[in-house]
């Protein structure tokens, strides 16, 4: 039965191609939106965790905003070392500026630190080596690249001993970074980003002085609430008791914010492309009771010859699912097209991959079922009410 109501509902759909078209447009207009708008949240979430989760497991972050007229120097970090729960300090000063190469330029992501944030962020090289604690010392005029700056801007990734000049003053590159570093200021950033040593970066800074930004690795991940803690004693003692003077973050806090935003995104914006496919199930419903009402005397002769309306009502039941069904995968491909070519235009400056997830998919595919369901189920009981002597004697 359910067989035969699949083929009359296909032949229905061919015999009024512009109409059926016409009716799925609603559905494939709100898979699009549900597909793509959440396809490009999930992406990005999904980027930019891996990249916050690069930074390390056992990371902290301290941020200063008020130094009560006595800024924390630098020297002063090295101390947090000797504590068993602190593994390695280091300051974060950043800015932004301009880098030159010859006759290139371009903007820069700059940041002055020191030796031991290669071990906080772990990072990767690709040529040469990271900032020593001579060139902190010393204030030398060293940096270090990363792999897409290098090739933006002298054309190679093979620089170590080059000179290039940053903010007017003339650097020499030490290290390139490897291609698939997790800095998130290449993420969002400048292409160029560079790594100068913090006693270079201060002397060039026009903001506050002092230390104001800097990162704590944990001894481990199990000691990283202890870490914390101690991290926290230490400036609510040198602030003067003043919990406002400064923010500790722990990176698995970082972490749960982040999935809570992403998640509270993802459903206001599915909601929203949700909207687009109710609209598209009036439709669907609109035009099953058209429908019916044109296919009256054909109700009449199918209930009179023996049709029962539990046969009515699942054929035009089917009928509102089939448009809703073809409506959803047209929508899909559709989509899919669309991301695929957004991500072929934008090439290396998309810092993320576009692509459909099954879940994704599975739940446009399950709201259209739904919608041709919900939609479908008035025009289709309606259908199977009606009288067969006065559909026979219907005259439309």
């Avoid at 997790?182 to 560079?194: C, I």
Wanted: aromatic fraction near 8%; hydrophobic fraction near 45%.
């Amino acid at each position: 039965m359910i067989r035969q109501a699949l083929k009359m509902a296909v032949k229905s759909i061919g015999l009024n191609k512009m109409r059926s078209f016409l009716t799925m447009l609603g559905v494939i207009i709100g898979v699009i939106a549900l597909v793509v708008l959440v396809s490009l949240v999930s992406s990005a979430t999904d980027s930019i965790t891996d990249e916050v989760s690069g930074l390390g497991n056992n990371l902290l972050m301290v941020w200063i905003l008020d130094d009560k007229a006595n800024p924390l120097r630098y020297t002063e970090l090295t101390d947090l070392v000797n504590y068993d729960e602190i593994a390695a300090v280091a300051p974060v000063l950043s800015m932004n500026g301009t880098s030159k190469y010859q006759t290139k330029n371009s903007r820069a992501s700059i940041t002055g630190t020191t030796r031991m944030y290669e071990e906080i962020e772990t990072l990767d090289f690709e040529y040469g080596r990271f900032i020593r604690s001579t060139d902190v010392e010393n204030s030398s005029y060293v940096a270090v690249i990363n792999h897409a700056g290098a090739v933006e801007l002298l054309g190679t990734a093979d620089v170590v001993g080059e000179s290039i000049f940053v903010n007017g003053r003339s650097f020499r590159i030490i290290g390139v970074l490897g291609n698939e570093s997790s800095m998130m200021g290449e993420f969002m950033g400048p292409t160029v980003s560079l790594y100068i040593p913090f006693t270079t970066a201060v002397r060039m800074y026009s903001g506050p002085s002092g230390v104001t930004n800097f990162y704590v690795s944990a001894t481990s991940s199990e000691s990283l609430d202890d870490a914390e803690e101690v991290l926290t004693n230490l400036m609510k003692n040198r602030f003067r008791q003043d919990e406002n003077a400064y923010i500790v973050i722990n990176q698995s806090t970082v972490l749960e914010t982040l999935n809570n935003i992403t998640g509270v995104l993802t459903l206001v914006l599915g909601g929203i492309a949700a909207i687009s496919l109710l609209v598209g199930g009036i439709g669907i419903m609109n035009i099953m009771l058209v429908s019916v009402t044109e296919r009256t005397k054909e109700i009449g002769i199918r209930k009179a010859i023996g049709a029962k309306r539990s046969a009515i009502m699942i054929q035009f039941l089917i009928e509102a699912l089939a448009l809703s069904i073809m409506g959803c995968i047209i929508g899909i491909l559709i989509s899919w097209g669309m991301l695929s070519l957004v991500s072929f235009i934008a090439g290396d400056a998309l810092r993320f991959t576009l692509a459909i997830s099954a879940r994704i998919a599975a739940i446009a595919v399950t709201f259209s079922i739904g919608i041709g369901v919900i939609f479908g189920l008035y025009p289709a009981n309606k259908a199977a009410k009606k009288n067969p002597i006065e559909a026979l004697r219907y005259e439309g």
